[in-house]
Every structure is written in C-alpha cells, then in structure tokens.
C-alpha cells in the first residue's frame, strides 16, 4: 500500500489522469517530499480506492497516473452525529474523532444553551478530511449547516431513530438502547448530543413526545460535550455498528 493517502473529488478509474490542486499539491511536493514514480492511494467515496503514480511535479499542481484498484467500494455504516457547537479545538477533535468512528453526517445543532452562535463548516469538512486520509476509510462524512434544534427535529426521517444524551438521569441506559437496534432489523440511527450544561427541560419535554427519540443516559459522571458524543458513538458502533465485525478495514 503507498505511504500517502488523499481524497479528491475526481472519478477514479484505470488509466485516469488525476492532477491535483495547489493545497495537496504543496502538501505532496513540500511536506512529505514525494518524488517522479511515488505512488499516492486515492479515494472519493465513490470507487473505491486506487493507486496513482506521480507523472509530474510542478510548482503548484502534481500530476499522477491511476494503474490499479487497491480496495473496492463498501458500504459504510448510516450513523449520524448531531451536536452543539462548542470551542474551535473541541468542535475539530469531534469532528475528527467522529470521522475516525465512523459517522456518515456532521450536523451542527443549535440549542437554546449553546454558546457558539457561528460554525466553520469548511473548517469542520477540511478536520474530516484530514481524518478519514489518515484512518483509511473510503469516505468522508457530509457535513451539514447549522441547524435549530426545532428545524431538525421538524426535519428528522421517521425510520431514522434519534438517541439523545440526557443528563438527568431519566434516560434509557446507551447500552441497553443499542442492544434493541442491534438485536432488530437493521435501521439507520444518528445521536443528539447537547451544549455544555445540557439540553433544557423544555427541550428534553418536547423531543420525549417523538416516536423516533430514545433518550440515553451515559453513565454515572457528568462528561464534557466532546467526550459524551465520542463515548457515545463508540457504544453504538460497538454493540449495533460494524464495531462487531472483527476484520480490519
């Protein structure tokens, strides 16, 4: 397997001549001091993952040749993260980490806590991308606008089943709650995690009065709003996601 890995938005196909922009181009040339003849592994989450030759080195583009699929393309699991803005560093380790665990969506969710009232949503895709070249998924999450809490819930698909970190201890055990997807048929799911100093009352009230919501609790200790949504996906991943099977990659 090559030693760099990229994602780029091209087709991938034998024989396709892949240039790439002057960001990765640099990164290639500059940083990892890639020669004429290195092979770079690509993928766009679409055809799987190939091999490309570097043809040229430029100043500010790198030309490569596709010469073989190295992985073809599998489904991934459906798995959505919904979540509070928090601090800049914070919202890139989620957005990171939940890359790395797997999520299929990043949907920013404004709370009538939160405290951040702007989102780089570039930012958060560029710490996605990052994450998915580096742990060798084949894709990257889509990563949504902001939203209100109201216009996601009024949005959310009904075969969709929404877990929401409740911090009041009313919530169904996470692991409990997932061993019931796990043990049924198959159905997509996202998790809801809220601001610092949780969801409001209100809030909690009105998404208990939805079919498609199973509150869950995470334990005994208060977590930060980081560590309760990547606790939270690895409970889910591990008991219903494809944490089960045991092959790698």
Not at 27 to 33: A, E, G, K, Q, S
Not at 36 to 44: Q, R, S
Not at 135 to 161: F, K, Q, Y
């Amino acid at each position: 397997m090559p030693k760099l890995r990229l994602f780029v938005a091209d087709d991938l196909d034998a024989g396709a001549a892949i240039t790439l922009g002057r960001d990765q181009s640099h990164y290639i040339t500059n940083v990892m001091r890639a020669a004429a003849g290195d092979e770079i592994a690509l993928f766009n989450g679409r055809d799987g993952e190939w091999a490309g030759e570097i043809t040229t080195l430029g100043k500010r583009t790198v030309d490569l040749s596709l010469t073989e699929r190295l992985r073809d393309q599998v489904s991934e699991p459906d798995l959505w993260l919904a979540f509070a803005p928090i601090k800049r560093g914070r919202i890139d380790f989620v957005a990171a980490k939940a890359t790395e665990l797997g999520v299929s969506r990043l949907i920013p969710v404004m709370t009538a806590r939160t405290q951040m009232s702007r989102v780089n949503t570039g930012r958060l895709l560029a710490n996605a991308i990052e994450a998915a070249e580096q742990c060798e998924r084949l894709t990257v999450p889509a990563v949504s606008d902001p939203v209100s809490l109201a216009d996601i819930l009024s949005g959310w698909p009904a075969d969709r089943r929404l877990f929401v970190g409740d911090e009041t201890g009313t919530g169904q055990p996470i692991a409990e709650a997932a061993g019931d997807i796990a043990s049924g048929a198959s159905q997509p799911c996202g998790i809801l995690v809220g601001p610092e100093g949780g969801f409001t009352p209100d809030e909690l009230d009105d998404m208990g009065k939805l079919a498609f919501v199973t509150k869950i609790g995470l334990g005994p200790r208060v977590m930060r709003a980081d560590t309760a949504a990547i606790a939270a996906l690895s409970v889910i991943q591990a008991i219903a996601g494809d944490w089960r099977d045991s092959r790698s990659r």
